[in-house]
Each structure stands twice: as C-alpha cells, then as structure tokens.
C-alpha cells in the first residue's frame, strides 16, 4: 500500500510553504503545489511562490511551469497529477501536496466536477425548500433524481443533499454524471488545515502585501503585461494582480490598489477557511507561534 500523502492546505499567509519545506527535510519528500496561479512563470512575488532557497532546497512541482495564456484547471491539475505521483512512487519518493487553492484540493481527495454555471437563484429556492419541507424530503427528492450521488450523501448532510438538487434543477443532469474520481483511487491523503485567529491572519496578510510592494510586485506585473498584455486571460484574475491593472491605467492611486489587494486577500482566507470546514477528516493545527519544524514533527507523527 502507498504511504499517505499529506495535503498541507488552509487560508493564504499561514505559514503552508515554511512548514512543507521542513516537512520535506524530514521525509526526503518532494512537494507538489496545488495552487492555481504559482503555476505561471511570470507570477513570482504577487503568488507567494516559494523562495529560490526553497526551491533548490526541496524539488517542486507546478511551480513556475507555465506562460500566462497556458489554460490551467483542477481538472488539468488532477492529470499531471496522475504522472507526477506515479513517478515519485518509482523513485521511492514520498509526496507533500502544498497548496490553498480548495477546488484543486478537493479534486486531489474527492474528485471534481466540471459543472457549467448555475443560476444562484435556484439554490436559495432549494434552502426554502429545505427549511418548509426539510431534510428527508428533499433527500427523497434525490434519490430519485441522482440515486448514485444520493447513495454517496449522509442523510443528515443537508448541504449535500441541496447541492445534488441545485445542479439537477440548474442543469437537468445527475451531479454522479458530472463527477470525475479522483486521479489516483489507491492514493491515500491526509488533509492538516493549518490556521491561526482572524486577527494574527489578516495581520498576516496585510503585512505579507506591504512586502509585496517592497519586493517588486508592481514590477513583476508591469512586466508580465508585457508578455501577456491579453486581460481578458484567466491568469489575470489573480490578487495581487488584477488590482494594479486599473493603477497601471491611472484609475486610482496606489494606495487604494494596494487597499483592494489586502481587503480582497482577508476575503479569500476567509473563503478557504469556511471551504476547509466541510471536511471532517481534516486535522487543523493552530499556527500561532509556533515554530515551522515544530509543527512539521506533529505532522509526521500523524503519516
């Protein structure tokens, strides 16, 4: 049996590289990211990607891979993976999964679906729904709709069982005939969400921007517009980026750019954060002063 991975995920500015690295050091483990946008080479500093020490350190993969007009996806993601994992397993490697991009999470661990758009109004009818009616009626429903997805469902997860409904009602297809299995079924993993209090995190990540600034992000994305100076490019809707394209354009000043990059980063912890919750397997670890290779020790009692 392969020896379980650990999916070292939880909100941006934690502390995830740091930790990983010193968890490679003591597995002899490579790390593979599961971050949708360290993945572009011109993305260095604005994406947190690990430092040249790290790098050279510990190899990495998804990292740096890639121009800004490649497509990327969880479901290109869980391909590569499907040749990274193989690879180590031949080498007699171990595998770190590093990364706070949920849906490529989940995708590593549940697998993905590629579900079209669906309209928000139908899942606030089915939460009305769900309040009049309740649970086991709306289960019921299910089961006649998606008995294979319905069959995967605790009855008691009413979310679960809204979902199901909310892309039969929103697409007229069973959620089970989307669903793509995971990338490698035989692949153990062990989710550890690192966090620490909201304050300390968007203390975090407010002084991680001001770093950014200091480091060249400004820089970085003038150059990379250069390269690719297509913005309707997926790769643009990025923090850090995409709100110094209107500063690049005179809309506003930098000060307010740089506002907009801290406030939408709070946003997007707290996104991951509620994201994580969802699993029960997961282990969260309190980050909060405590030393990296400490923290790395807890996990590998735990694999």
């Avoid at 002899?28 to 690990?50: C, K, L, N, V």
């Avoid at 939408?264 to 912890?269: E, H, L, Q, V």
Wanted: charged share 25%.
């Amino acid at each position: 049996m392969s020896p379980i991975i650990p999916v070292i995920a939880g909100p941006t500015a934690v502390g995830k590289t740091a930790v990983s690295v010193a968890l490679a050091g003591l597995l002899d483990a490579e790390i593979i990211s599961a971050d949708s946008r360290q993945i572009y080479a011109p993305f260095r500093i604005g994406t947190a990607r690990p430092t040249e020490v790290e790098l050279q350190k510990v190899a990495h993969h998804l990292i740096g891979e890639l121009p800004l007009d490649a497509p990327y996806s969880a479901g290109l993601f869980a391909q590569r993976l499907q040749r990274i994992i193989p690879d180590l397993r031949a080498r007699d490697k171990r595998g770190i999964v590093v990364g706070g991009s949920t849906l490529y999470v989940h995708a590593l661990i549940e697998g993905f679906s590629d579900i079209p758009p669906i309209e928000p109004g139908i899942r606030d009818i089915l939460n009305t729904e769900l309040e009049d009616r309740g649970s086991e009626a709306l289960y019921a429903e299910l089961l006649k709709v998606d008995p294979v997805f319905a069959a995967t469902v605790d009855p008691s997860k009413s979310q679960r069982i809204v979902r199901g409904l909310e892309v039969f009602r929103g697409t007229a297809t069973a959620l089970s005939q989307f669903h793509q299995p995971p990338p490698l079924a035989d692949q153990r993993y062990q989710l550890i969400v690192l966090h620490v209090d909201r304050d300390m995190l968007y203390a975090r990540i407010d002084q991680r921007v001001d770093d950014m600034i200091s480091e060249g992000l400004l820089e970085e994305c003038s150059r990379a517009l250069e390269m690719a100076p297509d913005r309707t490019l997926n790769a643009w809707r990025t923090i850090g980026y995409q709100e110094i394209l209107p500063w690049l354009d005179g809309k506003y000043d930098l000060e307010e750019a740089i506002r907009l990059i801290k406030r939408n980063s709070r946003r997007y912890a707290k996104r991951q954060l509620t994201w994580y919750r969802r699993y029960t397997e997961a282990v969260w670890i309190e980050t909060a002063d405590r030393d990296s290779a400490d923290i790395a020790e807890q996990i590998l009692k735990m694999i």
